[in-house]
Structure formats: structure tokens, C-alpha cells
């Protein structure tokens, strides 16, 4: 037999065994996303009463009473994945944003912080936010809250 026809046919095997075990790993990966996916989004759709869509990474329902929308985002720069929740709600009043910063050495202290202080706004609202450092959901990452009234909605 032609030593040549012999390489090409044994590339060719070689080829066809290496896309079967790619098209295995691509479907491997895809059932295991769409399960942890789902694993992230089942405490949402409980909280919210609401609908799971696994494939866009969305819930929606209502949170007493009110619209709530949940979806996974990326972080700026792309380093990781975030939960955005948005309640829909028409209560009024001035915009603000708290964030919660996680430390980066275990055990340290975090920040928490209003992008800027309104009077009357923000004091009153620091005690309510604070216990949520402990929910164990959030204690192994950072979170942010803000209400744009405009658009009647709080992130």
C-alpha cells in the first residue's frame, strides 16, 4: 500500500476522532452550564414567585406584589458573572446607590457605601441595608442597590 494514502488515511481517522471528542466536550459543557445556571437562578425564582428562563439567564415575577426582574451580567471587564435584580416600583423621591465591597483577604473588613449622602435618604436606609452583609447568598461576593425613580425601578 502507498505510504502516502496510508498518512492520509490515518489523518483522516485522527480528524473525525478529534472533532467527535470536541462535539462531546461542547455538549458536556453546555448541560453542565445550563445546570449551574439554573442551580444560581432556583433561590431567585423562589424569592420572586416567577419564571426561570435557564437559556437567557432570566427570572421574572413579582416580589410583594411588585414587578421583579432578575438577569445575570457580566462585571466590567469581564471577569465575572453578577446578578442584576430590578423591582419595579413608584415610590418617588431622590436617586441613590449603595455598595457593599467585599474584602479581598478572608475575614476582613468590608465597605459598604452610598455613592453620595442625602440627607434624610441615606441614614435611614444604612440600618435596613446592613444586616444584609450576613445573607449567606451575598457573603461570597459584593452587592450594589440603586433607585432611579425617573424610571421607577431599584437595582
Excluded: H
Excluded at 473525525?16 to 461542547?26: F, K, N, Q
Excluded at 425564582?45 to 421574572?60: L, P, Q, R, W
Excluded at 446607590?97 to 455613592?115: C, H, I, N, V, Y
Excluded at 459584593?142 to 437595582?155: R, V, Y
Aim: hydrophobic share 40%.
Amino acid at each position: 500500500m502507498n505510504p502516502y494514502l496510508s498518512f492520509s488515511i490515518a489523518m483522516c481517522v485522527v480528524v473525525i476522532l478529534a472533532l467527535a471528542g470536541t462535539a462531546y466536550l461542547a455538549a458536556y459543557f453546555n448541560r453542565r452550564s445550563k445546570s449551574d445556571m439554573e442551580a444560581a437562578l432556583t433561590p431567585l425564582a423562589k424569592v420572586v414567585d416567577g419564571e426561570m428562563e435557564v437559556e437567557d439567564g432570566k427570572v421574572s415575577g413579582r416580589y410583594q406584589g411588585q414587578l421583579a426582574e432578575g438577569k445575570v451580567a457580566t462585571m466590567p471587564g469581564g471577569m465575572s458573572r453578577i446578578f442584576v435584580t430590578t423591582i419595579v416600583e413608584s415610590a418617588g423621591g431622590e436617586p441613590w446607590e449603595w455598595t457593599l465591597t467585599r474584602s479581598k483577604e478572608p475575614g476582613g473588613p468590608d465597605e459598604a457605601r452610598f455613592q453620595q449622602e442625602l440627607p434624610g435618604v441615606t441614614d435611614q436606609i444604612e440600618p435596613v441595608l446592613l444586616p444584609s452583609r450576613t445573607i449567606p447568598i451575598l457573603r461570597a461576593s459584593g452587592s450594589a442597590l440603586d433607585t432611579i425613580p425617573q424610571a421607577a425601578s431599584s437595582k
